[in-house]
């Protein structure tokens, strides 16, 4: 279960990673079109990412639970 999960976690850290560089090369662009937004504000950048690992975290889950719950010869037996 641990093995699936810290797949999906690894996954979803490398992605908010990439995207929170990405976003943070943009922030210029969004604040010169969106009134009132500062351009780095930490606490939009925290919570976004948090509910991103939150969503990974109960979407790993769910195949994870599936896959212990299979007998593991079932699941090596090609049909």
Do not use: N
């Amino acid at each position: 279960m641990g093995m699936i999960i810290g797949d999906g976690l690894r996954l979803t850290a490398a992605g908010a990673i990439l995207g929170a560089v990405g976003a943070l090369a943009l922030t210029r662009l969004v604040a010169s079109q969106l009134y009132g937004v500062e351009p780095y504000d930490p606490a939009t950048f925290l919570i976004v990412t948090a509910a991103l690992g939150i969503v990974s975290l109960l979407a790993a889950c769910i195949p994870a639970i599936h896959a212990v719950r299979i007998d593991p010869l079932t699941a090596l037996r090609y049909e």
